[in-house]
Every structure is written in C-alpha cells, then in structure tokens.
C-alpha cells in the first residue's frame, strides 16, 4: 500500500481529521522504526561490528553514532509530546484521544497514551538539556547537576512498543488488524554497508601485508572519489 492510499484508507474510515492526523503518525513512527533498527545493525549488535567500524573509519563512525542517537532520541520526543507548545500545535499520539468518538476506545487510547507519556520521558529530558538545549551545570559537569537518565537500548524499546501498542490497537478497532512495525527493512541499508566494509578492511589488510613484505606489485587501490 502507498502512502496516497495508506492516507485514504484512513479518512474514508477515520474521518478527515482523525484520517490525516493517524495517516501522518503512522508514517512518522514506521520511518523512526527504520531509523532506530538501521542503528542498532550499526552500534548495537555486536562488538565485531563495532571492531569493523573502527578499523574502517573510528572517528567518523563515533560522529555518526552520536548523530544517529540525537535523532532517535528527538524523532521519538516529538511523537510523544504534549498536543500544544504555547500557541503551536504538534502532531503527536496524544492527540488521538480527542479526535476519536468512541467513548470506549477514547479510554483505552487515554490509558495508553499515558504509558507512552512515561515510557518516553526520558527522551524529553535529553531534548530538552542536551540536544535541543544545553544545559549549563550539566555542560559544565557541575556536581550539583542532575543527572541525564539513562537512554539504554532496553528503555528504548519499550517506548517504541507502547508507541506500537497504541497505534495497532487503532488498527484493530478501526481495521480488524494490526501491524509488525519490527517488521519494517531497509533495502541496502546498514547490514550491506557492514559487509561492505569487511570486504575494504580485509583488502587493506592484505595490502599492508604485501608492502611489509616489500611486495608492491598487483597493489589494487581503489580511485580516489
């Protein structure tokens, strides 16, 4: 299904309002899915995956890492934050209350949005005292300065299946189904750069082996690009 008819879909059911704002969610948190999961191919598998990126590029990689992780962090806090900033509307899960009719369902999609509100918390506090400001104690490392809570991978997790657990029970009120947002795979994303890079560092090794030994000969750089 495309986007378009994902988007149709759901106003010809939902109603204009509620179809836009479900159809917009939904496609945020499917790519955050993507997001998240190409980061964890990256940095949180395995420690030979870590070992190859560090033999490939470290400093790059380490950039790249702290930038992906800023993303995730932000893309997860502005689903899940309050429906208005001041004067400023957000689009976000808690917004899907108020916009459903069905008292019963309008309850259950309260209970959940609360658990989401508390399951995500820990990526507000990072938005707001480190990425989208910088708190000074914290910078400054002042030993008065509360402490960032813990972003493990682990906590990360479970706000994306309360995000999910929401979202799907939608699906199933509104469409008898559900989705496997988990199920969700790049194409020639970050497992292929991995393998990518194994076939570069072994070729570099190979060729440092050679002019150890003095052998120049059949030495295969690739152009420079």
């Given at each position: 299904?495309?986007?378009?008819?994902?988007?149709?879909?759901?106003?010809a059911v939902m109603g204009d309002d509620l179809?836009?704002?479900?159809?917009?969610?939904?496609?945020?948190?499917?790519?955050?899915?993507?997001?998240?999961?190409?980061?964890?191919?990256?940095?949180?598998?395995?420690?030979?995956?870590?070992?190859?990126?560090?033999?490939?590029?470290?400093?790059?990689?380490?950039?790249?890492?702290?930038?992906?992780?800023?993303?995730?962090?932000?893309?997860?806090?502005?689903?899940?934050?309050?429906?208005?900033?001041?004067?400023?509307?957000?689009?976000?899960?808690?917004?899907?209350?108020?916009?459903?009719?069905?008292?019963?369902?309008?309850?259950?999609?309260?209970?959940?949005?609360?658990?989401?509100?508390?399951?995500?918390?820990?990526?507000?506090?990072?938005?707001?005292?480190?990425?989208?400001?910088?708190?000074?104690?914290?910078?400054?490392?002042?030993?008065?300065?509360?402490?960032?809570?813990?972003?493990?991978?682990?906590?990360?997790?479970?706000?994306?299946?309360?995000?999910?657990?929401?979202?799907?029970?939608m699906e199933r009120f509104y469409f008898k189904?559900?989705?496997?947002?988990?199920?969700?795979?790049?194409?020639?994303?970050?497992?292929?750069?991995?393998?990518?890079?194994?076939?570069?560092?072994?070729?570099?090794?190979?060729?440092?082996?050679?002019?150890?030994?003095?052998?120049?000969?059949?030495?295969?750089?690739?152009?420079?690009?």
């Open positions: 299904m495309t986007g378009d008819e994902l988007k149709q879909r759901n106003i179809g836009k704002q479900y159809t917009a969610l939904f496609q945020e948190f499917t790519a955050l899915y993507l997001y998240w999961k190409e980061f964890l191919e990256l940095f949180g598998t395995n420690d030979k995956r870590i070992d190859r990126l560090n033999k490939a590029a470290p400093g790059f990689f380490q950039m790249l890492q702290e930038q992906q992780f800023e993303t995730n962090v932000l893309h997860l806090a502005r689903l899940t934050d309050s429906p208005e900033t001041g004067k400023k509307l957000n689009l976000t899960v808690c917004n899907l209350p108020n916009l459903v009719a069905d008292e019963y369902l309008k309850k259950q999609l309260s209970a959940l949005v609360e658990d989401v509100r508390q399951k995500t918390e820990f990526c507000r506090d990072w938005r707001n005292r480190r990425f989208a400001h910088r708190d000074l104690m914290l910078a400054m490392q002042d030993g008065g300065a509360k402490p960032l809570p813990a972003a493990t991978k682990e906590k990360f997790f479970e706000a994306m299946q309360a995000v999910s657990d929401l979202l799907n029970l189904g559900g989705c496997s947002f988990a199920d969700v795979a790049p194409h020639n994303g970050a497992a292929t750069l991995l393998f990518m890079l194994g076939f570069g560092v072994m070729g570099r090794e190979r060729m440092q082996e050679k002019i150890a030994k003095g052998d120049f000969t059949s030495l295969d750089r690739p152009e420079s690009i």
